[in-house]
């Protein structure tokens, strides 16, 4: 099907990512949000030693795309007790869990607000982890959403094409 | 699939349906901050286990998410209005998925409740009092 849809520009949809993650990390993981400028967030990132990646890929009638976010792995261990109340680190696989979760609610929440009568089927979201070190993961994709949740660094990014546009 | 008995043992039975496991959990987390009798929390990672323990056992109340494997959600609530076995059962949907398309499609298969992850626990709280109305 030809489309004369725009795609959506990461840059154009920041501010929508911005307010998924407030909603998302302070309502579901008791965190809080912070939209960092560029130098706290890159003092945030050094001090990161292993990277979480989370990948959600979503399909619509007219729309079509994927979100992907990057967290350090410890910022996901407290996410996980913060999200469950639980007084002990969790396990690896309610850890890859909860990361695809988080994704998925972002992506969700990000789908609701930018396009509110159109509904999207998300597949499961595909967790995995990044070479350790401070260097962010997506970071080279254009105008990803930087920010610092409970003082830790979280980066997003979205792709959204019209369904024969790309 | 599992049972977790939840004293007290004389109150009524809940299905929920997610194809992930640690939001089950957060679930049953919040359905226990909540202070309405429940007698056992039923859990399912998909819409054909939703339905076996449907069959199974006398379920008030049904959260199931929409996005999962084998069955959707929504595949579930067809299969539930195609047999109309459960004309009283209570349905609840919860899914990141909070478009008009999606709530339409939810109000034609009689789902009372639709919670938008991410919900705050006095959502679940509204819909658990919903259900001691309506059990009483």
Known sequence: MSSTLSPVTPTECRDELAAALVAVGEQSFFGYVNLAADKEFAAAVATVHQWMTAQVDFRGTQRSGRLQMALPAALAGDMLEAFLGLAEPGTAPELTDMIGEFANMLCGHWLTQRFPTTSFALARPVVGSDEPGPQVPWVAAAAPLLALLNEQPVAVWVECLPEGGA | ?136
């Open chain 2, 1 to 136: 699939m599992s049972e977790v008995p939840v004293p007290p043992a004389q109150g009524l039975t809940l299905l929920i349906a997610d194809d992930s496991a640690v939001m089950r959990a957060m679930i049953k987390r919040v359905i226990g901050m909540v202070d309405v009798p429940i007698g056992a929390i039923l859990e399912a990672g998909d819409g054909k286990q939703a339905l076996a323990l449907l069959e199974q056992h006398d379920v008030a109340v049904l959260f199931t998410d929409i996005n999962m494997p084998e069955m959707t959600g929504t595949e579930l609530l067809c299969e539930i209005e195609r047999r109309g076995c459960w004309p009283h059962l209570l349905r609840v949907i919860i899914s990141t998925d909070g478009s008009s398309a999606r709530r339409e499609e939810a109000d034609a298969l009689k789902v009372r409740f639709y919670l938008q992850k991410p919900f705050r626990p006095e959502a679940m709280r509204d819909v658990l009092d919903a259900l001691t109305s309506h059990a009483d």
